[in-house]
């Protein structure tokens, strides 16, 4: 396995492809070695031959985008991770992604917990801070048609379940607007989010506090807004997950 990996990697060196013999000068392996190792390489759809070049194939690019995948997935848990301790508030990740909500990462401690996912997310994106955030970079067919398929409800006295009031209170935050809620989704809870984008998708740090601590929301959100800026460069990034 390591002497495979090794050819791959001297592959992924030449993005005009290389002869097995310089392949196996490269890597050290006896040339009889090398070329068996390319074949099966070949073979399995790691590697691809032409003229006599071996070239990365399918199989090694998709397990390339896999392994770039786990590094941005870890990178993202440890950002949020160190936001939870900086800031002392349970901090939160979601995509807008294919019409839904996806929270894709929480970060809490037993101190600080995170609001208990009492009613699915997905489906109250009109009553909390994370879906409302993703709702107000979406265009306004977006938004219609994901509240279309989810309509608003009230879920506390607070939640605003009218669709067009809520449209037009979409509108108004405008698409790169912080986000601040106060018991819509959950009595007693009070959240923040922070709009970025993801790719092609929108996207949102969040954070939540008990409502007895509501007078926290406003600085944790822009030491949030801080520090997403000072790590990331700035709120218009391009990231995913």
């Not at 050290?28 to 070329?35: C, D, E, N, R, V």
Request: aromatic content about 6%; overall charge neutral.
């Amino acid at each position: 396995m390591q002497r495979a990996m090794r050819l791959l990697e001297a592959v992924a060196e030449h993005a005009y492809g290389a002869p097995a013999k310089q392949l196996a000068r490269e890597t050290g392996l006896a040339l009889p070695t090398a070329y068996h190792l390319l074949r099966t390489l070949a073979h399995e759809g790691y590697l691809r031959r032409e003229k006599g070049l071996f070239f990365l194939g399918e199989s090694a690019e998709r397990l390339g985008s896999s392994t770039a995948a786990q590094k941005r997935r870890s990178t993202i848990v440890e950002m949020v991770g160190h936001w939870r301790d900086v800031i002392g508030v349970p901090v939160y990740y979601a995509l807008y992604r294919e019409g839904e909500i996806h929270v894709m990462c929480v970060s809490d401690t037993p101190g600080n917990a995170a609001v208990e996912e009492w009613a699915d997310f997905r489906q109250t994106g009109h009553a909390h801070a994370v879906g409302q955030c993703l709702l107000s970079q979406l265009d306004d067919g977006a938004r219609r048609d994901h509240l279309e398929r989810y309509p608003p409800q009230s879920l506390t006295p607070y939640t605003v379940s009218d669709g067009g009031a809520l449209l037009r209170r979409l509108e108004r935050l405008g698409r790169m607007e912080p986000v601040l809620e106060r018991q819509e989704y959950a009595l007693g809870t009070v959240c923040a989010a922070i709009p970025v984008t993801a790719g092609a998708s929108a996207a949102t740090f969040a954070l939540s506090l008990p409502v007895q601590r509501a007078d926290r929301l406003l600085p944790a959100a822009r030491r949030l807004h801080d520090e997403v800026g000072r790590l990331l460069g700035t709120l218009a990034i391009s990231i995913s997950i």
